[in-house]
Structures are given as structure tokens and as C-alpha cells.
């Protein structure tokens, strides 16, 4: 069993960094994009929150969410129950970059997958990437 994690580990990094390689040439960077995603999945949200949600200090936060705001991927809003609270809330800028990072990437995907993999295998792969799913849902 532990050479087959570490198969798997390995193989998923190396996926990841390809898959990193192959976004398009954007200003966002990956950590901003990380915080665009968790702000479209889970909607608006204090900053306290979403650093808890990408596991980063507050004031690493405070840079990223400037340049995010500055680039009018996201807004501050105030909170509906109390006014004091801002929110995070992503755009519809933001969530075109979303879009855009995620068609490039699908592309290559698809592409490499046609090549390399019979149908079958692809079958395997997808049913391989639906377990991978449940275990990081862990």
C-alpha cells in the first residue's frame, strides 16, 4: 500500500504543476485565483473567513484582496444583518477570469487525455478522479 500512495501522490503533484503551467497568461496569480474560487463557491464572506477558507494569515490576505479589488475581480460589500460587517463578494470580472483559467486548463486536458488514453482509460480516470474527489473531501 505505501508505494501505491506515493504513486498517487506523485502523480497528482505532477498533474497539479501541469495543469498550473498550462493557465493563461494572466495577472492573477494562483493565490488569487484560489481566493476568486472560494469566493464564487461559497459566495461573499468577511476576509477573516476566507483566510481561515485558503488557510492564510489575515495580513497575507491583505495584499492580495487589494489587487483583486484594485483589478475589479472583487468588491466590499457591507453585510445585510449587520452593517458593520464587510463582505467579500466577487464580480462578474472575477468570475470571468474563473472562466477563462478553467477553459484553458480543461482544453489541454481534454487534448492530452484524446492522446494518450484510450476510452477506456479515460473511463478509469474519470471514475478515479470521482474517488480522489471523496477522499479530499475528507
Do not use: F, Y
Not at 12 to 21: D, I, P, S, W
Not at 59 to 74: F, N, W, Y
Not at 102 to 125: C, F, G, I, P, Y
Amino acid at each position: 500500500m505505501p508505494d501505491s500512495t506515493a504513486t498517487i501522490a506523485r502523480a497528482v503533484l505532477q498533474l497539479a504543476r501541469r495543469l498550473r503551467a498550462e493557465r493563461p497568461q494572466s495577472a492573477v496569480s494562483l493565490s488569487g485565483l484560489g481566493l476568486l474560487n472560494t469566493l464564487h463557491r461559497e459566495g461573499p464572506m468577511p476576509a477573516a473567513r476566507l483566510a481561515e477558507a485558503e488557510r492564510l494569515q489575515p495580513q497575507s490576505l491583505t495584499r492580495l484582496i487589494a489587487r483583486l479589488e484594485t483589478d475589479g475581480l472583487v468588491v466590499r460589500t457591507r453585510g445585510e444583518v449587520d452593517r458593520r460587517t464587510l463582505l467579500l463578494e466577487i464580480t462578474a470580472a472575477g468570475r470571468a477570469v474563473i472562466s477563462q483559467d478553467m477553459t484553458a486548463r480543461r482544453a489541454w486536458l481534454a487534448s492530452a487525455m484524446d492522446a494518450a488514453l484510450t476510452v477506456k482509460e479515460q473511463a478509469e480516470l474519470a471514475r478515479a478522479a470521482e474517488l480522489m474527489q471523496r477522499l479530499a473531501g475528507l
